[in-house]
T-cell receptor, first 115, second 108 residues
């Protein structure tokens, strides 16, 4: 299984500010994903972080609000920009195993509260 | 897009009881996974099960791909089984669509 870490684990931010979340994987992976889980809700895919090219965003998510970087095959960042209380969520990164079972593994998540 | 429906939305169990959670999906899928989200928010892989039956301790899962449903069985439930159980299906290129989840509460 892949070992995934995220920083920060939680944060409380003021509206109008931005927060950058880091995701680090212990092995090289082709694909990394960012998901959002709003309070009491299920997980929704934000975007695919592509190494060497721009991220691919799902419907309802835009680069200006959620810029993503993927400088190498083990690391990605997600920035939540110009935050509002509606951005309060858990943000999780995930990776598929690069071999075998196609199981996806998730990081521990970043719990964001916007005041 | 593909729809994923889970039932029941909530389940309250007495410790030691058995239960079945269901996941229906609207189209054929490459992959189906069951996750358990613990009270701290961590998503834990339970099963990767696009078809067939698997067992892991007190948990087992069955997917009938031709009929587009999957079942998760919890036997002899323990308080540590509490949390939210999610079914997720792979749409394309490892992108997952999640069901709304089943919140399980096991009482001692």
């Amino acid at each position: 299984s892949a070992v995934i870490s995220q920083k920060p684990s939680r944060d409380i931010c003021q509206r109008g500010t931005s927060l950058t979340i880091q995701c680090q994987v212990d092995s090289q992976v082709t694909m990394m994903f960012w998901y959002r889980q709003q309070p009491g809700q299920s997980l929704t895919l934000i975007a695919t972080a592509n190494q060497g090219s721009e991220a691919t965003y799902e419907s309802g998510f835009v680069i200006d609000k959620f810029p993503i970087s993927r400088p190498n095959l083990t690391f990605s960042t997600l920035t939540v920009s110009n935050m509002s209380p509606e951005d309060s969520s858990i943000y999780l990164c995930s990776v598929p195993t690069p071999w075998g079972t196609d199981t996806q593994y998730f990081g521990p998540g970043t719990r964001l509260t916007v005041l | 897009g593909i729809q994923v429906e889970q039932s029941p939305p909530d389940l309250i169990l007495q410790e030691g009881a058995n239960s079945t959670l269901r996941c229906n999906f609207s189209d054929s899928v490459n992959n189906l996974q069951w996750f358990h989200q613990n009270p701290w928010g961590q998503l834990i892989n339970l099963f990767y099960i696009p078809s067939g039956t698997k067992q892991n301790g007190r948990l087992s899962a069955t997917t009938v791909a031709t009929e587009r449903y999957s079942l998760l069985y919890i036997s002899s439930s323990q308080t540590t089984d509490s949390g939210v159980y999610f079914c997720a299906v792979e749409r394309e290129d490892y992108k997952l669509s999640f069901g709304a989840g089943t919140t399980v509460t096991v009482r001692a």
